[in-house]
């Protein structure tokens, strides 16, 4: 009787790249619902619009590159990648820093790379950082501010003439919690930054619930196993370390829970970091991974000149990641110690 040769692996699961980029789409609408409810309409118009784009330029480059353009489509990593730089944006930022920061990510970030699973960095951080550092007073100046401000929310017929006719967005937009509150802590005390009008008594001025429900997007994740917990916690615990060491004064330095429940913080935690192409991918790489990224987060918001760092942390590692990956190897079956490290190629 003949013997079934089967090779490895053995192990197998129902999760597809499509319904794994469709699941993490789908765990981000929970922030995005919170965040157009607390700062209005300009957030979603960003993410419909980023992702049409995105999916769009990539039919377009894999047309160019001759490439089967529906079989890479239906992978939905295109749509992910426009709604993280929908989500990331300023809500009320001109319509072509989105379509400038989309294009860079799927060109430059990815398909320049050989596609999916070929590129060393996040491209929606790519195409963040680049719009970031080249048009800085766009991407400073329209970041909306909440109901819980005081402020007045922009309207669906207002953020559309904001971000496509070019109106003013004095009445609805200012500098973010983390932004006004490094600046003026110089010179006050925490008591007295916190009656600014971005914070209106609130210590996170309604950017705790937007980050709250980007957890409860992770939580999802977490549950599905799409992700494991390695680097949300490592990370969380990393930019919590340092703001509870090195922090702990809110009269001279950012406390903790404007760090943790403010800006972009859950959103990176769960769902930028996480990229499974970018990341490191051992257990122990991941944890050194993303409390690099905690760390980093810290050191560059406190002493940078970013309010809200996320994608440069992220970008940071993403080139440490194949190195701490080579150091990190867990001991394989039948070997008595790992093999890690560079290794010199054998002379023939």
């Known amino acids: 009787m003949a013997l079934m040769t089967l090779s490895s692996p053995h192990a197998h699961g129902n999760n597809s790249t499509q319904k794994v980029m469709l699941t993490v789409t789908l765990a981000t609408l929970p922030g995005l619902a919170v965040m157009t409810a607390l700062f209005g309409f300009g957030t979603l118009i960003n993410v419909v619009l980023a992702a049409l784009f995105a999916i769009a330029t990539e039919a377009l480059i894999l047309r160019i590159r001759q490439r089967p353009v529906m079989f890479f489509l239906k992978d939905n990593s295109a749509l992910l990648t426009g709604v993280l730089i929908?989500?990331?944006?300023?809500?009320?930022?001109?319509?072509?820093i989105t379509l400038v920061a989309t294009a860079f990510a799927i060109i430059f970030a990815k398909q320049l790379y050989g596609g999916m699973g070929n590129n060393p960095f996040n491209p929606a951080m790519i195409g963040y950082a680049l719009v970031l550092i080249s048009f800085p007073l766009q991407m400073t100046t329209n970041w909306a501010l909440s109901s819980q401000m005081g402020a007045s929310v922009a309207g669906l017929g207002d953020a559309l003439s904001v971000i496509f006719a070019g109106g003013s967005a004095d009445a609805f937009s200012g500098a973010t919690p983390l932004d006004t509150y490094k600046h003026l802590i110089s010179n006050k005390t925490a008591t007295e930054v916190l009656t600014d009008t971005t914070f209106n008594g609130w210590l996170n001025g309604g950017w705790e619930w937007v980050n709250l429900a980007f957890l409860a997007g992770g939580l999802v994740l977490l549950w599905r196993r799409i992700i494991t917990w390695h680097i949300p916690v490592a990370m969380l615990a990393?930019?919590?370390?340092?703001?509870?060491?090195?922090?702990?004064?809110?009269?001279?330095?950012?406390?903790?829970?404007?760090?943790?429940?403010?800006?972009?913080?859950?959103?990176?935690?769960?769902?930028?970091?996480?990229?499974?192409?970018?990341?490191?991918?051992?257990?122990?790489?991941?944890?050194?991974?993303?409390?690099?990224?905690?760390?980093?987060?810290?050191?560059?918001?406190?002493?940078?000149?970013?309010?809200?760092?996320?994608?440069?942390?992220?970008?940071?590692?993403?080139?440490?990641?194949?190195?701490?990956?080579?150091?990190?190897?867990?001991?394989?079956?039948?070997?008595?110690?790992?093999?890690?490290?560079?290794?010199?190629?054998?002379?023939?």
């Open 238 to 348: 990393g930019l919590s370390l340092c703001s509870l060491i090195l922090g702990w004064d809110a009269d001279m330095y950012t406390p903790a829970s404007l760090h943790l429940l403010s800006g972009a913080t859950m959103l990176g935690a769960f769902f930028i970091a996480t990229d499974p192409v970018s990341a490191a991918t051992t257990p122990l790489g991941k944890l050194i991974y993303g409390a690099g990224i905690g760390i980093l987060l810290y050191i560059i918001r406190t002493w940078g000149s970013y309010p809200d760092a996320v994608a440069f942390a992220v970008l940071l590692m993403n080139f440490a990641a194949p190195f701490i990956d080579a150091y990190t190897q867990p001991r394989t079956y039948g070997h008595a110690k790992a093999n890690r490290g560079l290794k010199k190629p054998e002379a023939k």
């Open 86 to 96: 929908g989500l990331a944006l300023p809500p009320l930022a001109p319509w072509w």
